[in-house]
C-alpha cells in the first residue's frame, strides 16, 4: 500500500465498502497469528515521570498527583499473578524514572527470568542506551517506545522539550532494534492538531522501522493536563477524528503494512468504545490484550488518561477476557508470542 491508498482507507472509504478492510486485516492477523490472542502482563512499577508530554496525566506538572514506586517483591508478586494466569509475558511500564535504577530493572529482570521463564518486556521511556544494553544482557526480550506522531511540528507541541525530538526518539527505536530487542512503537489517534496525511505517514513509519509490536488507541483528552484544556483551540481543518471507527481504520492498516506484527487491542480503545471496542479491535488486526496486573492501589494513580485505572481486578479481568476470546472464535496464546511468521 502506498500513501495514496492508505489515506483512502483510512479516510474516504465509506463504512459499507470497510467490511473488505476489515476482512483483509483479519486475514492478515489470521496468516501470521492464528487464531491465538497473546496475554500480556501489565505491571506499571512506578508512575514519576520527569517529562511534561502535555496530553499525559501523569507528566512531572500534575502536582497533585500522589506518586508511587513498586518494591521488587511487589513487582515479582505481579509476575507471579502472571505466571498463574497462564500469561507468557509480563509487561514494566512506568513513567520515565530517574529513580528506576539500571542496576533495580536489571535484578529485576533476572529474577523473573530465573524465577518463572516468562518474556520480558519493557516500557520505561527513553532510557540510556548503557541502560537499554544493560537490561538486554539481563535477558529483557522487548522494549515499547511509542513515537505518538510522525508529524515533527506536533511532536514538539506535544513534547515541549528542548534535545528529546522526534528524530532522536526514532533513532532510539533503530538502536533498541540493532541491540536485539523486538522493538515497539505506535501513536496516538486524534491528538488535537494532527492530520489525517500525518496519520497516513505514521503508518508508513510504522514498516520503515520494521516495527515487531505496534500499539495504538484514541487520544483521550485529560482534563488536569495542558492539552486536555486547550483541546477545542488547536483543531485543524482537516483534523483526524478519535472516534472507535477511525481508530480501528488506523489498526486494520497497521497490520495490513505490518503484517508480522503484534499489536494489542488496547486498554485505550475499551476505555472509549466498551466491550465492542475491544472485539472490534481483535477482529480488525489485533492479536494481543494487555490485562492490567497492577496492585489496585496503584493502578489508580497511573492515570494517564481518564477512566484507564477503573479496569477489573486481575482475576475478575481475566474470566472476561477468556470469555471474550472465545466468543470470538479465538484462543488465548501459548509460550511467549514474539513476533509473528507465516504459519
Ligand atoms: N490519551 C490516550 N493515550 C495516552 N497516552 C498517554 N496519554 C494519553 C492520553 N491522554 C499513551 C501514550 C503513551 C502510552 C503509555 O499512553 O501513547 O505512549
Not at 521488587?72 to 509476575?79: L, P, Q, R, V
Not at 492515570?303 to 472465545?326: N, Q, R, S, T, W
Request: hydrophobic share 35%; proline share 4%.
Amino acid at each position: 500500500m502506498n500513501k495514496e491508498d492508505i489515506l483512502y482507507w483510512l479516510k474516504d472509504a465509506s463504512e459499507s465498502e470497510l467490511d473488505l478492510l476489515w476482512q483483509k486485516a483479519h486475514e492478515e492477523t489470521v496468516e501470521y497469528a492464528g487464531n491465538e490472542v497473546h496475554l500480556r502482563g501489565l505491571i506499571e512499577i512506578s508512575n514519576h515521570c520527569k517529562r511534561g508530554c502535555t496530553y499525559c496525566g501523569i507528566n512531572r506538572s500534575m502536582k497533585k498527583l500522589k506518586r508511587y514506586r513498586m518494591s521488587a517483591d511487589e513487582i515479582m508478586s505481579c509476575a507471579y499473578n502472571a505466571l498463574e494466569l497462564g500469561y507468557g509475558t509480563v509487561v514494566m511500564q512506568a513513567g520515565e524514572d530517574a529513580g528506576v535504577k539500571k542496576e533495580f530493572i536489571e535484578d529485576i529482570i533476572k529474577r523473573i527470568k530465573d524465577e518463572t521463564g516468562l518474556a520480558v518486556t519493557l516500557s520505561l521511556g527513553m532510557r540510556p542506551e548503557d541502560e537499554l544494553t544493560a537490561w538486554k544482557n539481563a535477558g529483557a526480550d522487548r522494549y515499547l517506545l511509542r513515537f505518538e506522531t510522525s508529524d515533527r511540528q506536533l511532536f514538539d507541541t506535544i513534547h515541549p522539550e528542548p534535545g528529546k525530538d522526534l528524530p532522536s526518539r526514532l533513532e532510539l527505536l533503530r538502536s533498541m532494534k540493532s541491540m536485539g530487542y523486538e522493538t515497539g512503537s505506535g501513536v496516538m489517534i486524534g491528538i488535537p492538531g494532527q492530520s489525517w496525511s500525518s496519520v497516513a505517514d505514521d503508518i508508513l513509519m510504522f514498516r520503515e522501522l520494521d516495527l515487531d509490536m505496534i500499539g495504538l488507541g484514541p487520544y483521550l483528552p485529560h482534563p488536569e493536563t495542558e492539552l486536555g484544556h486547550m483541546d477545542a483551540e488547536m483543531h485543524k481543518a482537516d483534523e483526524i477524528k478519535s472516534d472507535e471507527l477511525t481508530v480501528c481504520r488506523v489498526l486494520a492498516l497497521a497490520r495490513i503494512v505490518c503484517p508480522w506484527a503484534n499489536i494489542p487491542a488496547t486498554t485505550a480503545l475499551e476505555v472509549q468504545s466498551g466491550t465492542a471496542g475491544r472485539s472490534h479491535g481483535l477482529m480488525r488486526g489485533a492479536n494481543v490484550i494487555m490485562p492490567n496486573l497492577t496492585p489496585a492501589e496503584y493502578r489508580v494513580l497511573y492515570d494517564i488518561y481518564p477512566h484507564k485505572g477503573d479496569c477489573m481486578d486481575p482475576v475478575l479481568f481475566d474470566k472476561y477476557i477468556k470469555e471474550l476470546i472465545a466468543s470470538l472464535d479465538k484462543k488465548p496464546g501459548q509460550g511467549k508470542g514474539g513476533r509473528n511468521r507465516v504459519i
